[in-house]
C-alpha cells in the first residue's frame, strides 16, 4: 500500500437547504405558550435593543419585537435598513441608541443581535459595559466573521465592492484593516465583561454560519435545533431569551 501526502482538511459547508424551515419555525412559535406569553418574565418596561443580521434591517425582528412589547418590554430598533454598513460606523450608531434607550428608562439595556447583529452587540458591550444589562448573540460567527456559506461570502464581496466604488451605506475592503473599524476589531477580540451577561444561542443545523464559529469562550453557551433565518421566528430561542430576560439576572451588582 502506497503511503500519499495527506489532504488537509477541508472545513465543512453549511448546508444550505436547511434554511426551507423558516416557515416551519414560524408556525410552530405561534402555536406554542411561549408566543401567548407563558412562562415569560413580565418586562415593567425593562429595555431590550433588537439588532438585525447581514443584509436584513431592523423588520427582520419585528415578530420578536412585538412579542417582548407585548410582555411589558421597551423595545428600540437600531435605524439599520439593511445591516451592510460599516461595522465602525454601525457600532457608533448602536452606542448611540443605547445612550437613548439607557437614559430614559434610567437601567442599562439587554441587546438581542441576530448573525451580524450579535457580532456588532458584542463589541459594543466590551465599548460600553456600563450601559448593556446583558447580550443575547443568535447564530452569531464572532470567532470568525467569514465562516459562511460560500453564497454568503459571495454577497459580502459584492457589497464591498460596492462600498469600495464608494455607493454609500456599504462597507468596503478597506473596513478589513483600516482605520474606520479599528476599534470594532479591537473591541470584538476583547475580553468581555465579567458583570455583562453574555448568551451565545446557536445551532449546528444552521444553513448559513458554521456553528463553531459561535462558540465563544466568554459566552454561556446554547444550543437549539433550527435555521440560521428562523432565529428570529423559533421557538426554543424565545424560550431562551425569556430565561435570559427572567428575575434571576436582575439586579447587577453596582
Given at each position: 500500500?502506497?503511503?500519499?501526502?495527506?489532504?488537509?482538511?477541508?472545513?465543512?459547508?453549511?448546508?444550505l437547504?436547511?434554511e426551507?424551515r423558516?416557515g416551519?419555525?414560524a408556525a410552530?412559535?405561534?402555536?406554542?405558550?411561549?408566543?401567548?406569553g407563558e412562562?415569560?418574565?413580565?418586562?415593567?418596561?425593562?429595555?431590550v435593543?433588537?439588532?438585525?443580521?447581514?443584509l436584513?434591517?431592523?423588520?427582520?425582528?419585528?415578530?420578536?419585537t412585538?412579542?417582548?412589547?407585548?410582555?411589558?418590554?421597551?423595545?428600540?430598533?437600531?435605524g439599520i435598513?439593511?445591516?451592510?454598513?460599516?461595522?465602525?460606523?454601525?457600532?457608533?450608531?448602536?452606542e448611540?441608541?443605547?445612550?437613548?434607550?439607557?437614559?430614559?428608562?434610567?437601567?442599562?439595556?439587554?441587546?438581542?443581535?441576530q448573525?451580524?447583529?450579535?457580532i456588532?452587540?458584542?463589541?459594543?458591550?466590551?465599548?460600553?459595559?456600563?450601559?448593556v444589562?446583558?447580550?443575547?448573540?443568535?447564530?452569531?460567527?464572532v470567532?470568525?466573521?467569514?465562516?459562511?456559506?460560500?453564497?454568503?461570502?459571495?454577497?459580502?464581496g459584492?457589497?464591498?465592492?460596492?462600498?469600495?466604488?464608494?455607493?454609500?451605506?456599504?462597507?468596503?475592503?478597506r473596513?478589513w484593516?483600516g482605520?474606520?473599524?479599528?476599534?470594532?476589531?479591537?473591541?470584538?477580540?476583547?475580553?468581555?465583561?465579567?458583570?455583562?451577561?453574555?448568551?451565545?444561542?446557536?445551532?449546528?443545523?444552521?444553513?448559513?454560519?458554521?456553528?463553531?464559529a459561535?462558540?465563544?469562550?466568554?459566552?454561556?453557551?446554547?444550543?437549539?435545533?433550527?435555521?440560521h433565518?428562523?432565529?428570529g421566528l423559533?421557538?426554543?430561542v424565545?424560550?431562551?431569551?425569556?430565561?435570559?430576560?427572567?428575575?434571576?439576572?436582575?439586579?447587577?451588582?453596582a
Amino acid at each position: 500500500m502506497t503511503m500519499g501526502v495527506p489532504r488537509p482538511r477541508i472545513p465543512s459547508v453549511p448546508p444550505l437547504w436547511r434554511e426551507s424551515r423558516v416557515g416551519l419555525e414560524a408556525a410552530a412559535l405561534l402555536r406554542s405558550p411561549v408566543w401567548r406569553g407563558e412562562g415569560v418574565p413580565p418586562g415593567n418596561g425593562r429595555p431590550v435593543l433588537l439588532v438585525p443580521g447581514f443584509l436584513a434591517g431592523d423588520g427582520s425582528l419585528s415578530t420578536m419585537t412585538k412579542w417582548l412589547r407585548a410582555g411589558g418590554y421597551r423595545t428600540r430598533r437600531t435605524g439599520i435598513r439593511a445591516n451592510v454598513g460599516c461595522s465602525g460606523e454601525a457600532c457608533d450608531r448602536i452606542e448611540e441608541r443605547l445612550e437613548e434607550l439607557s437614559s430614559r428608562t434610567g437601567a442599562p439595556v439587554t441587546i438581542v443581535g441576530q448573525s451580524r447583529g450579535g457580532i456588532l452587540a458584542r463589541a459594543v458591550a466590551v465599548r460600553r459595559p456600563d450601559l448593556v444589562e446583558g447580550i443575547v448573540t443568535l447564530g452569531a460567527p464572532v470567532l470568525s466573521q467569514l465562516r459562511v456559506h460560500p453564497l454568503v461570502l459571495l454577497q459580502v464581496g459584492v457589497v464591498g465592492a460596492l462600498g469600495t466604488s464608494r455607493v454609500p451605506g456599504c462597507f468596503s475592503h478597506r473596513c478589513w484593516r483600516g482605520a474606520c473599524c479599528e476599534d470594532f476589531r479591537r473591541d470584538l477580540g476583547a475580553p468581555f465583561p465579567a458583570d455583562v451577561r453574555y448568551v451565545a444561542i446557536y445551532s449546528r443545523s444552521d444553513g448559513i454560519v458554521d456553528y463553531r464559529a459561535c462558540l465563544d469562550p466568554a459566552a454561556e453557551l446554547v444550543e437549539v435545533r433550527g435555521s440560521h433565518l428562523g432565529m428570529g421566528l423559533s421557538r426554543p430561542v424565545y424560550e431562551h431569551v425569556a430565561r435570559v430576560l427572567g428575575p434571576e439576572a436582575l439586579p447587577r451588582a453596582a
